[in-house]
């Protein structure tokens, strides 16, 4: 049997939910069928301690994106891979006007967010009028595949959704090694929310809903870094929001969600949301914001989780209580199960193979 070559692209494998992707698929694509490598714009990030030691990878040391076009492409020539699998939104645009240089290469492009939302330079946008020059577009939702077909053009023969796949094992694994954190206090209810923090994932909006819990007995545990976090702690202090912790980011987040009564997902939009995954996984009952981004395809409501529009913020607060306060959503086994059954990496995996084998 021939194998294929392929080739991965990504600015660097810092932790992030596409890094996690890529990481996990050049890590467990049967080595009988393919010989998988990662370009990287810059040689950085916490998943390259993850990397299987066979998988190569390909540093071109380019700081900005809009500058590492062409050394993409001459190791695109010079390598010759049979597959070109690009997951990082900007990249995706601007390769998508060179893939007919390469009859002889497939390419294959993972969409990141919801592109309407997440893409606003102009100049970015004008390379998705290119978009069906490859062979196939990775949409990880309903929400990003309709918005494609809808706002881009792209034909839907060219869509394929795959979900996000969850790593079950590996964080069951950080979940053994995981204490109850200092900061939890027994005396209240601790949840926890994780994220970049800008202002696509809405803390905002959350510090804003917490207001109306000041008299609760309830610790908001904020995990993440970010542009917006003097913003954010600024904004804490100004509303007097003595019960939100900023605990900046953690190596092990599986830590804070294991001891979490509840999580909140409160972005403004989505892609396919990992970190809404990875709480089911821990068994975590989830409450999000009624955004796009494929929400709906992972909360099972009353079960998982439950979805509220978080600019209501009287009624996302109200949910929040309902949560907290409602025994049935204890039971970890079961929110374990409604996420691994569906989203486990082996299921994702096999379909990715399918997908890359068959191109």
Known sequence: MMKKSIIF??????????????????????????IPSILLLRKEGAYLDLLQPDVEIIDIATERIRHSLKPILLEIKRRKPDIVFTGFGEVNAYLALFTKLFPYTKFVARETNVVSKHVTRREIRFFYKFYNAYDRIIAQSNDMQQDLIKNFGVKKKKIIKINNPVDVSFIEEKLKESVRPAAFSVQYKNVVAIGNLSARKGFDNLLKVFTRLKDQNILLHILGDGKDKEILIRMKEMLGLDHVIFHGKKSNPYQYLKYADLFILSSRYEGFPNVLLEAGTCGVYSVANDCPGGIDEIIKDQVNGEIAPIENYDAFADSILRALNNNKNNNKELIKETINSRFSKEIILQQYDHLLWNL
Do not use: S
């Open 9 to 34: 692209i990504l600015p660097d494998l810092e932790a992030g939910g596409a890094e996690r992707i890529v990481t996990t698929l050049a890590n467990n694509l049967p080595r009988e069928r393919y």
